[in-house]
């Protein structure tokens, strides 16, 4: 028997990726449980899935804050304060600061929608129609201080057919996130929980 992994959930936008780790702790392929759903925009859709699954959400916005590094440590904190063991940020639109990426080393990961290393930073899918590539895909990796670049959890290929509109692309790429992320949630839990005793 091995305790559910506390999570944290950053995000920013629609809430799939969200939606689809609670699905996958209710149908038990993640042995998990979301301890918050941080957002840092009131508008954030992301919420009602909070809401329609019951699941405790914080709006942290940071327009209501002075700097980057105040916003951070507001997230920090409230990540500090329920114990969360990993941060995932699930379309979460920020960067995030070094207050957040120490205190989580290795307890801290973010899906992309390419195929890392191509195509960091915003607007990825974008950017491979734009270089007429022939696959892209999603990447989830470890956050580091360099936006878009920690090491490669898992990936997946997703083929960019001629008649692709970004829209198109998008949906097909959102599939796979879906599928990936948890499984790389269930990779890093397995970890972390494996990890020395003592390095909690
Ligand atoms: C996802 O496609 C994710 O890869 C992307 O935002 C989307 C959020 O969708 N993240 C980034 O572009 C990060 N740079 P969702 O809100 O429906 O999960």
């Keep these: ?107 801290l990961i973010n899906i992309h929608p390419s195929l890392l290393p191509s195509f960091k930073g915003v607007d990825a899918i974008q950017q491979a129609i734009d270089k007429r590539v022939k696959i892209t895909g999603c990447s989830v990796h470890y956050v580091q201080k360099e936006v878009d670049s920690g090491s490669i959890i898992i990936q997946a290929a997703v083929p960019l057919e001629e008649q692709d509109s970004k829209e198109t692309l998008r949906k097909r790429i959102q599939d796979m996130e879906h599928i990936i992320l948890p499984i790389a949630i269930a990779k890093v839990a397995k970890k972390i929980r494996t990890s020395f005793m003592g390095n909690k």
């Design 1 to 107: 028997f091995q305790p559910k992994i506390r999570l944290g959930i950053l995000a920013s936008g629609n809430g799939s990726n969200f939606e689809y780790i609670i699905k996958s702790i209710k149908n038990k392929q993640l042995n998990a449980e979301i301890s918050i759903l941080i957002v840092n925009n009131p508008n954030c859709l992301a919420i009602n899935k909070a809401i329609k699954y019951d699941i405790p959400y914080v709006i942290i916005n940071h327009r209501n804050c002075n700097s980057r590094l105040e916003h951070d440590i507001l997230v920090k904190k409230k990540l500090e304060e329920l114990s969360v063991e990993l941060v995932v940020m699930a379309g979460w639109m920020r960067i995030v600061g070094d207050e957040i990426i120490n205190r989580f080393n290795n307890r």
